[in-house]
């Protein structure tokens, strides 16, 4: 028997506690500290998931178009609001709120506020949860 006396058993359970408790992904967010950024220019938006979304960014002038992917983690009612109040001609913008970790080398989207021309600015877009599926998100207007 590799354990033989309880000594060594509860070491032994132990251990494994801790490795698979560290293991789990936790948000350990400052709750104090909040840090807003506007993000402008914004020339597509796409609806992955209840949260997840991503911004096709382009700078005037500009030929390059990069990419901001926000993943809010807060699931209440109120951490994303959509508004269709830009004006035709203007790019659309967004407005994020970040928290840094506990351990202050991450930041975490608690807020997410987009400001669009109308609804039909939102498309659809893909996710993938491994082997629980992946599809792509079909916007209903």
Known sequence: M??????LKTLGLLLVLVFFGGCQKK???????????T????VRVFWHEQR???????????QEIN???????YNYD???KIF???PAGNKMWAKIKESRGRTGFNYYTVY???????VKDVEGGGWNHGKFGSGQTQVVQ
């Open 112 to 118: 997410l506020e987009i400001h669009l021309h109308s």
């Open 39 to 42: 993000i402008t220019d914004i």
């Open 78 to 80: 109120k951490s994303v």
């Open 27 to 37: 948000y350990y967010i400052d709750k104090t500290t909040y840090e807003d950024e």
């Open 67 to 73: 990419i901001k992917e926000i993943d809010v983690v």
């Open 52 to 62: 997840h979304y991503s911004f096709y960014i382009q700078k005037e002038g500009s």
């Open 84 to 86: 269709s109040d830009v």
């Open 2 to 7: 590799l354990f033989k006396n309880w000594t």
